[in-house]
C-alpha cells in the first residue's frame, strides 16, 4: 500500500522558513517524481514546484522562485520542500504527489499517489 505523508507545516510570521517533508512508502520511490502543491478552502489546487525522479529537472511557479526549494532523498524515500522568506499569501494546505519517472506535462494533470496534506499559515 502506497503512503505519503506530509510534516513540518505550522504557523509562522512572515519572513520565517518552513521545511516540509513527505514521507514514502509502499513504492521504489526512486522511480517517482514529486511535485508539491497547495490549495486553500474553496480555491483550486496550485501547482508549486516539481522534481524528476533522478532530480535532474525541476520546476517551480514563478510566485515563489527564489523562496523555495524543492529537493528528494531517494535513499530514505522522502522528499523535501524548504521555503524561505514565507509571505502571507503562502498560507494554505500544502500537499506532495508522486508520479513514475517525471511530472505529467501539465502540471497540474494526474499524479499517481497523493498525501493528504500539512497546513501552513503565515501572519503579516
Known amino acids: 500500500q502506497v503512503q505519503l505523508v506530509e510534516s513540518g507545516g505550522g504557523s509562522v510570521q512572515a519572513g520565517a522558513s518552513l521545511r516540509l517533508s513527505c514521507a514514502a512508502s509502499?513504492?521504489?520511490?526512486?522511480?517517482?517524481?514529486v511535485g508539491w502543491f497547495r490549495q486553500a478552502p474553496g480555491k483550486e489546487r496550485e501547482f508549486v514546484a516539481a522534481?524528476?525522479?533522478?532530480?535532474?529537472?525541476?520546476w517551480y511557479v514563478d510566485s515563489v522562485k527564489g523562496r523555495f526549494t524543492i529537493s528528494k532523498d531517494n535513499v530514505k524515500s522522502v522528499a523535501f520542500l524548504q521555503m524561505n522568506r514565507l509571505k502571507p499569501e503562502d498560507t494554505d494546505v500544502y500537499s506532495c504527489?508522486?508520479?513514475?519517472?517525471?511530472?505529467?506535462?501539465?502540471?497540474?494533470?494526474?499524479?499517481?499517489?497523493w498525501g493528504q496534506g500539512t497546513q501552513v499559515t503565515v501572519s503579516s
Open positions: 504527489a508522486v508520479r513514475a519517472w517525471t511530472p505529467p506535462n501539465q502540471m497540474n494533470g494526474l499524479w499517481d499517489y
Open positions: 509502499g513504492l521504489t520511490f526512486n522511480y517517482y517524481a
Open positions: 522534481i524528476t525522479s533522478n532530480s535532474g529537472s525541476i
